[in-house]
Nanobody, 125 residues
Framework: VQLQASGGGLVQAGSSLRLSCTAS????????MGWFRQAPGKEREFVAA????????VYDDSAKGRFTISRDNAKSTVYLQMNSLKPEDTAVYYC???????????????????WGQGTLVTVSS
């Protein structure tokens, strides 16, 4: 499956952005979808993930209450709505797909099989 992320940009603190990630090549709803991010000089970290049908979502504590992950299986697209952005949210954001037959939503990057190219989010203070 190929993943194409978009929607990043330069915004001021307190602003909102919506990231999108469109998949092609395989049946989208076979995959748990996740968002990760990597800030300069830091390791890649989990942000949020959503189950195949969209019923279950999980978030890192840093994202709870500010970010919302959603998906539209008809459009093969997963979204990350980011509100109340902070300078510490500055990072390259990656979407990832995990071919999953179980009812689990992994938080670890090693569980994900496919990765998009990343989209840069920069939040100025």
């Amino acid at each position: 499956v190929q993943l194409q992320a978009s929607g990043g940009g330069l915004v001021q603190a307190g602003s909102s952005l919506r990231l999108s990630c469109t998949a092609s090549g395989r049946t989208f709803d076979d995959y748990v979808m996740g968002w990760f991010r990597q800030a300069p000089g830091k390791e890649r970290e989990f942000v949020a993930a959503i189950s195949r049908g969209g019923i279950m979502t999980v978030y890192d504590d840093s994202a709870k209450g500010r970010f919302t992950i959603s998906r539209d299986n008809a459009k093969s697209t997963v979204y990350l709505q980011m509100n109340s952005l902070k300078p510490e949210d500055t990072a390259v954001y990656y979407c990832a797909a995990d071919f999953q037959i179980l009812s689990i939503v992994p938080r670890t990057s090693s569980a994900y099989d496919y990765w998009g190219q990343g989209t840069l989010v920069t939040v100025s203070s």
